[in-house]
């Protein structure tokens, strides 16, 4: 079982649904709105709920240039969004905002998601300067507003940055369970849509055996079956794009050839 919030099964697969550029954004559509955002986000939902996937994630990847503390607009305006689209899901959900901790916290317990994703440790050089979280915040954060059943999803190697940490990428995934309270250790590439390094999620997974670990990018219908041969589960957002472009819309024929591949995994 990877969570009870995701059935269970032995195998899970969390699909992103990546809303547009939100308004404070310098890409956010003015003319399009929060309405536009709302009825794209729709759309990419009933081709993931239709075709399978166990889980949905809400992230906001078009806020370009990303920063680390989200302004009150977006952050309102995602809350808002998703509080939307929450009557459309038939999959439990989560909430991922770039790359603040403590909003995604906040917008996962407004809105009743099952988990947030984030980087919750460590202390990396990025493209948006000196990179340096803070776990305690966000469970501080997550104390307050009642939500102790919230599960935080802990990616360990951030995208778009490299970590100041000479530790191993195990140890320090170990570490971040036991010093810091994670529910789940996620393995990434080093941008959005590329994989994992195969021998950094097989030792993650050999050492880290008390919470799940989820490959958190770059899986495709290529590589599932070694990936879920190692990881609990995955988390898809560019391989479900059309053409595998991850600004595109949610191909439904993509997504249904990757669950058919999974299902006698999960």
Known sequence: MVFDFLGP?????????????????????AK?????????????????????VHAVMFGNENDRPYRFKAPIESAAAMTAIVTALKPLLKVPFGVNYLWDPTASVAIAGATGASFAREIFTGLFASDMGLWQPNAADAHKLRREIGRPDLKLLYNI??????????????????????????????????????????????????TVKDVPVFANTGVN??????????????????????????????????????????????
């Open 157 to 206: 190697n951030a995208e778009f940055a490299s970590s100041l940490d000479s530790r191993p990428i195990e140890l320090r995934a170990r570490s971040a369970v036991f010093s810091s309270l994670a529910d789940a250790i996620l393995v990434s590439g080093p941008l959005t849509g590329q994989p994992a390094a195969a021998a950094d999620l097989k030792k993650v997974a050999e």
């Open 221 to 266: 219908i290529d590589n599932v079956a070694d990936v879920l041969s190692v990881a609990s589960g995955v988390i898809i957002g560019t391989h479900f794009k059309i053409d595998g472009n991850t600004w595109n819309a949610v191909d439904p024929a993509r997504v249904k050839r990757f669950m058919d591949k999974v299902a006698p995994l999960a």
């Open 9 to 29: 099964r032995r195998k899970a697969v969390i699909a992103m649904v990546h809303i547009g550029a939100l308004p404070g954004a310098p890409l956010f559509d």
């Open 32 to 52: 399009g709105g929060v309405n536009k955002l709302i009825d794209d986000a729709a759309r990419d939902i009933e081709n993931l709920q239709d075709n399978g």
